[in-house]
């Protein structure tokens, strides 16, 4: 170890005359854990890139046959006809399905989920807390066939009503309208159950994000005379926004390849719109789950380049996520 | 122990008052000082008794300095003075709390409008880190939905009068967060100010900073206590001197529950005292 430190006068004052010292170079050595550390932490990063970019290789490659067939009509047909002289195969149903019941799901889900965690963490009784945790926890592992088999037993009976009363009552939205009955087994259903699926994982992540807030602010804005709910959305809101966001987003990855719920509800036809009550839809995971093994050798190859369709979505909403997770303190955005 | 704990439950809505006998409520608008007299005060975390028959009046525009050794209970008594108290889950309390005269835990009391009209500064500077200067020092306001004409102007003179102008005036939309630690506290003091509370509560507001930010607040004290009467806990006995016009001793026995030991003016308190135990303590011979 040989490094000296300049004692040197501070931000360049030199008395009058005396030439200012350049900066020295301080050598600080690493230690060997410190090494070790480090080259463990580096290689699992690059670890994970590299398989990701393994993956979206993988996809590609197996992708690219059915991309020679198809060209860009592959994001302008919907269809898994893959046998035959003259294949008709697409992703665009699927894609705009998925987009549909990924957004019903975030719109349905994402507040209830905050709500709950904010209650969670903010109003229920102490001797209450504990157990409404557990049991938000335990709702996250109910396997999503389960989710599924109650949905289309369950829920979908009591939700046809809803969605009839909807298309007459809000159809000037025109993804409320409806041009051909039934309103069973439509995207709406779809992204509602998946919704309600995603509402555990956000709300307990969320939930640990808001018991994070800092108590002396917390405290700050009580002593100002702030309401629980105004001291809320200076203190708590504010500062867990990055981490609610991130949750929402874990929520949404779920929502964009949840399969067995999905293909539960769906009929799977290609058949698509923007008319979400309604029977018909399909989504991109479903897609890949109903007719893998089905459509021959073109077939496995339409598939992984749907999942490549899916693979890329997921990277720019969570890229998209990343940069939206800023500043999250309290008092930031806060406008009462 | 006869004395039961009065339940305080923040989280319930305040009931509503079926009829207000005197029309009680605190009607203490405007920037006059108030006068605080506390009366037969217990506290409890939980089941454990940690503060027993505290009475003492902080008189009104002056400083009163509570002083003893830690864990004695008095950022416990100091925070049943502005209903901060009851924020503690399982924390309770007894005995009455009067803001010129008007029962803060009577029924239909809300716990909101009490801090309003008695401020607090904690131990820890905690400014909304992510607010501007100017934001911070407005938080009040909002909080009361409150209309201030002149917002530019209130700002000036809040920061003005916690001693902060003159470091921050070119740079009011830079965030709290980014000030010094001594800085953070004066921005704390001139966010509590801003509301024109009547008394403002100050646990230990100096034991985090350095020795110039120290006298600096001190400074602010005595330039504010003719419009608000300020209430101070400090482990500093030159600072309680310096600034206090009155001290309360509070001492807990081992394994016993704080109490005050000697209230008065603080010459006496610090010349004369009557207890033994506040001589030692005051001469620093414990604590
Ligand atoms: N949040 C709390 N929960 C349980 N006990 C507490 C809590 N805060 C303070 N106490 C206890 O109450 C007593 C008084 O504490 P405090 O009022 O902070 O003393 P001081 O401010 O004089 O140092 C101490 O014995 C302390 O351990
Ligand atoms: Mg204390």
Partial sequence: MTSTIDRGLADGASPIGAPVPTPIVVN???SQPDKIYRLTAKT?????????????????????PAFKVAGLGFFTHSGFQTQGANPVFGVLASLVGTVEVATVAMLVGGPVAIGTALFLSEYAPRWSRRTLIALVDLAAAIPSIIYGLWAIFELQPNVVGF??????????????????????ASIFIAGLVVGLMIVPIVASISREVFSLAPPGEREAALALGASRWQMIRTVVLPFGRGGMIGAIMLGLGRALEETIAVTIILGGSFSFGIHILQHGGTTISQMIASNFGSGGQLG???????????????????????????????????DL | MTTTPLRTDDMAPA???ARDPKGDHLRLAGSAAGEIEAEGVYAWFGSRLVLENVTLTMERSKVT???????????TFLR???RMHEVVPGAQLAGTVGLNGVDIYGSGQRAMDTRRHIGMVFQKPNPFPAMTIQENVLAGLKFSRSQAKHRDDLVEEMLTKAGLWNEVKDRLGSLGGALSGGQQQRLCIARSLAVRPSVLLMDEPC?????????????????????VTVVIVTHNMQQAQRVSDFCAFFLAEENKPGRVVEAGPTELMFGNPADPRTADYVNGQFG
């Fill in chain 1, 28 to 30: 600080s050595e690493v």
């Fill in chain 1, 163 to 184: 969605s009839t009363w909807l298309s007459r009552h809000v159809a000037f939205i025109p993804f409320f309208t409806v041009t051909s009955p039934p309103l069973n």
């Fill in chain 2, 80 to 82: 049943i003075l502005n």
């Fill in chain 2, 15 to 17: 009931p509503a008052p």
């Fill in chain 1, 44 to 64: 699992a990063g690059f670890g994970v890139l590299a398989l990701l970019f393994l993956i979206g290789l993988f996809l590609v490659i197996g992708g690219w």
């Fill in chain 2, 65 to 75: 300095a509570l002083i003893g050794p830690s864990g004695c209970g008095k950022s």
């Fill in chain 1, 300 to 334: 496995n190859h339409v598939l992984l380049l749907a999942g490549f369709v899916l693979f890329i979505l997921t990277m720019v909403i969570n890229l998209a996520a990343s940069a939206i997770v800023n500043r999250s303190r309290s008092g930031a955005g806060t």
């Fill in chain 2, 207 to 227: 034991s985090a900073l350095d020795p110039t930010s120290t006298l600096r607040i001190e400074k602010t004290i005595q330039d504010i206590a003719g419009e």
